[in-house]
């Protein structure tokens, strides 16, 4: 039987960390009392404008190529979760593909679930390698979200920022994922948007994100209890087998309220939402990285990584590294 596995894990972060205290001293009516306070957020990074999600995915990408040991042009499938492509068109994975130097003629397309894209996405490569069709993949999350922030609402632009993780997944014989579930309830929809369109040469309707942050909220927390329990079941395991958590990093209380509600306590939930806010899609795979490499996150160790996210989507990845 094929499996899946994870080979090696990448992540980048542009620039210095811009703290809640940056964000007051550039005129933003906040605090970080208000932010900490309510999000666990103390420092997020923000890409410079020229800067795009296809170079924060490379830079990501040749990290988890050294780490697995491979070669560019040994992928033969490039995934790009993001909500923030370069282009229209062509895909960042296609951007990314040709920066990473890939002449293989490797198969390359951009994901978009928003803040669950890595999961989709990670799930999408299991098929492709389970199948036998692949053998290597790039599964990137990649975001510049400072892009569609309203700064002049607070409410929202205090909570994200900017970066990309990648992992290489490869056919192994060894057991690697172990269940996945996707889901999505698209009528939730108004509830978290960037309502807008280019059309005849300008953006129409809103290009900004919008959020319900009270909705976003529960229902965030209901989806991310019941996904974890799907997957785990699915895998004939229990909770008290998973050794870490490794969620999408939106926002503490949701984190914590996750946890509890699964009875894992928070010694065995990777957060990085103080330090880098909400990522989108770039989140789980940056903690992901950041727990391999301070070396929580060992070799034989069961992951359990899931999302929430616009659309709306949820969706789990249960693991052994
Ligand atoms: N600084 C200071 N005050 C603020 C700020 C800010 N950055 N933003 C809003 N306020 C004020 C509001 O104006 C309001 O003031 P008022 O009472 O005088 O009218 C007050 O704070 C309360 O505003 P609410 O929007 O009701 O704040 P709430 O307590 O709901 O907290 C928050 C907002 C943190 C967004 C919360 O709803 C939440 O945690 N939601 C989860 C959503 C989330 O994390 N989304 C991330 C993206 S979704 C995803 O990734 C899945």
């Not at 098929?127 to 892009?147: P, T």
């Not at 929202?156 to 993780?165: E, I």
């Not at 914590?256 to 894992?264: D, E, F, H, S």
Request: net charge negative; proline share 4%; charged share 20%.
């Amino acid at each position: 039987m094929i499996h899946a596995r994870v080979a090696g894990t990448g992540s980048f972060l542009p620039g210095k960390p811009v703290t809640n205290d940056d964000l007051v001293a550039r005129g933003i009516d906040t605090s970080d009392e208000w932010i900490a306070g309510r999000t666990g957020i103390r420092a997020r990074h923000l890409a410079d404008p020229d800067v795009t999600a296809s170079q924060l995915a490379y830079e990501a990408s040749v990290r988890a190529i050294e780490a697995a040991g491979c070669r560019p042009n040994d992928i033969d499938l490039v995934i790009v979760a993001t909500s923030t492509p370069d282009y229209i068109f062509p895909s960042t994975a296609a951007l990314l593909q040709a920066r990473l130097g890939i002449t293989s003629g490797a198969a390359a397309f951009d994901l978009q679930a928003v803040c669950t894209g890595f999961a989709y996405a990670l799930a999408t490569a299991e098929k492709f390698i389970r199948s036998g069709s692949h053998q290597r993949a790039l599964v990137v999350g990649a975001e510049v979200f400072s892009r569609i922030l309203d700064w002049d609402d607070r409410g929202t632009c205090v909570l994200f920022g900017d970066g990309a993780g990648a992992v290489i997944l490869e056919a192994s014989e060894r057991p690697g994922i172990l269940a996945t579930a996707l889901h999505a309830d698209g009528s939730h929809n108004p509830i978290l948007c960037v309502p807008g369109q280019v059309s005849r040469g300008q953006v129409t309707g809103d290009p900004f994100l919008r959020m319900d942050g009270q909705a976003v909220f529960k229902f965030a927390v209901k989806v991310l209890g019941e996904v974890a329990r799907e997957v785990v079941d699915q895998a004939g395991l229990s909770l008290d087998q998973v050794d870490w958590l490794i969620p999408h990093q939106a926002n503490i209380r949701i984190i914590q309220a996750t946890g509890k509600r699964l009875g894992l306590p928070m010694e065995r939930v990777i957060t990085t939402v103080a330090q880098h806010g909400n990522t989108s899609a770039a989140s789980i795979p940056l903690a992901l990285d950041l727990a391999v490499r301070d070396g929580r996150v060992q070799r034989g160790h069961r992951l359990l990584l899931e999302g929430v996210g616009g659309g709306f989507t949820w969706g789990a990845v249960l693991l052994e590294f």
